[in-house]
């Protein structure tokens, strides 16, 4: 039996559930982005209500448990920071998320961003640790 193609995923949030036009934004941009890049087999991930202060999202979480189990390939975002606000929690994520085989893309194009500070913060702890 052949095994099913990996999702892309689409991720997008609003803390306040009043901004449902910016919801909608976010979710209008990612689907433009699968049909200009002939992706067909995806999965739309959305919090509406919840910030980008913690992990604490149901959609946030089954993303992470279809991620954990294989489906996805890629997780899409309009910036980095629907993933979140906390930079050290985007950068953990981002690793965990490439050591399970999925990258991180954001369509702003700020994901190019995260070698860098994956870079740093690794310089900053060396650092860190010579002080000791």
């Known amino acids: 039996m052949k095994q099913p193609d990996k999702l892309t995923a689409y991720y997008f949030r609003a803390a306040l559930q ?10 209008q941009r990612l689907l433009y982005h699968a049909s200009q890049n002939g992706i067909a087999a995806f999965a739309l991930y ?6 980008g202060l913690n992990f604490d999202r149901p959609a946030f979480s089954l993303m992470q448990q279809d991620m954990r189990n294989g489906r996805l390939e890629k997780i899409i ?22 050591g399970l085989g999925v990258s991180i893309e ?9 070698d860098c500070s994956r870079q ?5 702890a060396a650092k860190g640790g010579e002080r000791r």
């Open 18 to 27: 009043t901004d449902t036009l910016y919801l909608d934004n976010q979710m």
């Open 46 to 51: 959305a919090d509406n209500g919840y910030n």
């Open 77 to 98: 975002v309009a910036s980095l920071d629907r993933i979140s606000r906390n930079c050290l929690d985007v950068i953990a994520f981002a690793d965990c998320a490439a």
């Open 106 to 114: 954001a369509i702003n194009g700020d994901h190019a961003a995260l």
């Open 120 to 124: 740093l913060y690794a310089a900053l």
